[in-house]
């Protein structure tokens, strides 16, 4: 997460208002970052 903080504003995205979602294996690497303290 710390490199999409970094580089989104040159996406046009807001560094403080990220939205991340998964369906399937993409689901639980979703829950590993909501519970990781660098994200």
Same mark, same amino acid.
């Given at each position: 997460?710390?490199? @999409?903080?970094?580089n /989104?504003? %040159?996406? *046009? *995205?807001?560094?403080?208002? /990220?939205? /991340?979602? +998964?369906?399937?294996? +993409? %689901? /639980?690497? @979703? *829950?590993?970052?909501?519970? %990781?303290?660098?994200?």
């Amino acid at each position: 997460m710390p490199a @999409v903080r970094e580089n /989104i504003a %040159a996406f *046009g *995205g807001d560094p403080h208002d /990220i939205t /991340i979602s +998964g369906q399937s294996s +993409g %689901a /639980i690497h @979703v *829950g590993m970052l909501l519970t %990781a303290p660098s994200a």
